[in-house]
């Protein structure tokens, strides 16, 4: 049973003129730590002097607060661009326009390959968006796992980040190549919207790294090989990709749930 201090002695533990030996005083403050009844007690015992000096130290520390320096203006811009891009994406994204414009090029040098910017096109956003999500990449993952925003929501703002370079580096080098646009671009969103889609599965590095894999061994060897485009890439399969595009899309927001963590552990 938990004996209390008698009102006389917090009384005159609160009493800073009364002598109380220092063994008493430890087992009042060690009683008062745990006990929030006595805690009561001793706050409603408080002499006039020390609400005084409460009173003048609250005002102190107000004073200091409004004479203190401004608090630091939120720098919109900064604010902007630190949600929409992700500077772990740059290199990545360096790399994706320089393997485009080497495309291009090998396409003037030797014209009797196959396209080759109608062949990395599916591909060329997945770099960026295997960076966009994976604690990997992400230097400050712990903090934005940490944050509400995270998710999916997190995830389209950098794909969008992605294609915002991608997909004008593409239409540059469809238009340098005679390729059409749209075989060029449809294919660039369909593979991004299935990185998504697959990646709430098996998170979205390994997804887009699965996807380029074996882009690159069912289509883009085999083209070259033959030096002819596949099916895929004729004039004729635009609706098919602009099909999928959509059921893809559609598939990936209803996973957004899958998206809370950040993907790829290793
Ligand atoms: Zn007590």
């Given at each position: 049973?938990?004996?209390?201090?008698?009102?006389?002695?917090?009384?005159?533990?609160?009493?800073?003129?009364?002598?109380?030996?220092?063994?008493?005083?430890?087992?009042?403050?060690?009683?008062?730590?745990?006990?929030?009844?006595?805690?009561?007690?001793?706050?409603?015992?408080?002499?006039?002097?020390?609400?005084?000096?409460?009173?003048?130290?609250?005002?102190?520390?107000?004073?200091?607060?409004?004479?203190?320096?401004?608090?630091?203006?939120?720098?919109?811009?900064?604010?902007?661009?630190?949600?929409?891009?992700?500077?772990?994406?740059?290199?990545?994204?360096?790399?994706?326009?320089?393997?485009?414009?080497?495309?291009?090029?090998?396409?003037?040098?030797?014209?009797?390959?196959?396209?080759?910017?109608?062949?990395?096109a599916p591909v060329a956003?997945?770099?960026?968006?295997?960076?966009?999500?994976?604690?990997?990449?992400?230097?400050?993952?712990?903090?934005?796992?940490?944050?509400?925003?995270?998710?999916?929501?997190?995830?389209?703002?950098r794909t969008a980040a992605?294609?915002?370079?991608?997909?004008?580096?593409?239409?540059?080098?469809?238009?340098?190549?005679?390729?059409?646009?749209?075989?060029?671009?449809l294919p660039c969103l369909?593979?991004?919207?299935?990185?998504?889609?697959?990646?709430?599965?098996?998170?979205?590095?390994?997804?887009?790294?699965?996807?380029?894999?074996?882009?690159?061994?069912?289509?883009?060897?085999?083209?070259?090989?033959?030096?002819?485009?596949?099916?895929?890439?004729?004039?004729?399969?635009?609706?098919?990709?602009?099909?999928?595009?959509?059921?893809?899309?559609?598939?990936?927001?209803?996973?957004?749930?899958?998206?809370?963590?950040?993907?790829?552990?290793?």
């Amino acid at each position: 049973m938990t004996t209390h201090p008698s009102p006389a002695l917090i009384a005159r533990y609160a009493d800073r003129e009364a002598r109380l030996d220092e063994v008493t005083m430890w087992s009042v403050e060690l009683h008062l730590d745990t006990c929030s009844r006595c805690r009561a007690l001793l706050a409603g015992g408080t002499t006039d002097d020390t609400r005084a000096l409460l009173d003048r130290v609250a005002a102190g520390v107000d004073q200091g607060i409004v004479g203190g320096p401004a608090p630091a203006p939120r720098r919109r811009l900064a604010v902007l661009l630190h949600r929409w891009a992700a500077w772990q994406l740059a290199p990545w994204l360096g790399m994706t326009v320089a393997v485009l414009g080497c495309a291009v090029l090998l396409g003037v040098l030797a014209p009797g390959l196959p396209s080759l910017v109608a062949l990395l096109a599916p591909v060329a956003p997945l770099p960026g968006v295997a960076v966009a999500w994976t604690r990997r990449y992400d230097p400050a993952w712990e903090l934005i796992a940490g944050t509400p925003s995270a998710g999916l929501g997190m995830l389209l703002r950098r794909t969008a980040a992605v294609l915002a370079v991608v997909v004008p580096a593409l239409a540059l080098a469809s238009g340098g190549t005679g390729v059409s646009l749209a075989l060029t671009l449809l294919p660039c969103l369909a593979f991004t919207a299935l990185s998504i889609a697959l990646g709430a599965f098996v998170g979205v590095r390994h997804a887009a790294v699965g996807i380029g894999a074996a882009w690159a061994l069912a289509v883009v060897t085999p083209a070259v090989y033959t030096a002819e485009l596949p099916v895929l890439l004729q004039p004729g399969s635009v609706r098919g990709w602009a099909l999928l595009t959509v059921v893809l899309a559609g598939f990936a927001a209803t996973r957004a749930g899958a998206f809370r963590r950040l993907s790829g552990l290793n």
